[in-house]
């Protein structure tokens, strides 16, 4: 069974830190990698994919990947109230779909 | 708008009842998901199409049927509704298939929030 595991949190931060969301994944020939951000009563929205190894910075946002590890993870930088949400990785599966971790549930306190 | 929309937003029924949601998607993507999304915010797909061919169909009980007409349209009907349905269903669409992109992230819904009484 391929997975993905996310902590659930609440991973509480204070705002203008760095927030850093983990997550693992089972499946040793997964390409490519998603993280998505859904607020309550929300739909999920992309925010950044990845597929190579090491860093890509989008903004206050980077996704870091480590396929030797199978461990991708989101960094947060200067943290906005406006940040607070459940964050879900995801991983493409060989089928084309999106398998998803359960969430890591951020907030950030003003 | 271009966009992945699905309808009712809200549907609010009996057990044993016989619904469907509908979705449909103007971004020309190729294939289209629907994805269940339960009480503990852990969403899991349940079926996808891919050009009208159905691609995945997971460990679904049969009473949810997808049916999909045409590649922009891929609507889920569900029979004989029981409580355990309760949940947010999301429909979604990307682009590529497994061997044409990797990037090919979803593009989903704004969901159906299914309340089976």
């Known amino acids: 069974q391929k997975e993905v595991e996310q902590n659930s949190g609440p991973l509480s931060v204070p705002e203008g830190a760095i927030a850093s969301l983990n997550c693992t994944y089972s499946?040793?020939?997964?390409?490519?990698f998603f993280w998505y951000r859904q607020y309550s009563g929300k739909s999920p929205e992309l925010i950044m994919f990845?597929?190579?190894?090491g860093d890509k910075e989008d903004g206050r946002f980077t996704a870091q990947l480590n396929k030797a590890s199978q461990y991708v993870s989101l960094l947060i930088r200067d943290s906005q109230p406006s940040d607070s949400a459940t964050y879900l990785c995801?991983?493409?599966?060989?089928?084309?779909?999106?398998?998803f971790g359960k969430g890591t549930k951020l907030s950030v306190k003003p | 708008d271009t966009a992945v929309s699905q309808t009712p937003k809200y549907l609010v029924t009996q057990m044993g009842n016989d619904k469907s949601i509908k979705c449909e998607q103007n971004?020309?993507?190729?294939?289209m998901y629907w994805y269940k999304q339960d009480s503990k915010k852990f969403l899991k797909i349940m079926f996808s199409?891919?050009?009208?061919?159905?691609?995945i169909n997971e460990t679904v009980p049969n009473r949810f049927s997808p049916k999909s007409p045409d590649k922009a349209h891929l609507n889920l009907h569900i029979n004989s509704l029981e409580l355990g349905d309760s949940a947010v269903y999301f429909c979604?669409?990307?682009?590529?298939?497994?061997?044409?992109?990797?990037?090919?992230?979803?593009?989903f819904g704004n969901g159906t929030r299914l309340t089976v009484t």
């Open positions: 979604a669409s990307s682009q590529d298939w497994i061997w044409k992109g990797r990037n090919s992230p979803l593009h």
């Open positions: 499946d040793r020939g997964s390409q490519s």
């Open positions: 971004l020309g993507h190729d294939t």
């Open positions: 199409y891919n050009n009208k061919e159905l691609i």
């Open positions: 995801a991983v493409r599966g060989s089928q084309g779909n999106l398998i």
């Open positions: 990845i597929y190579s190894n």
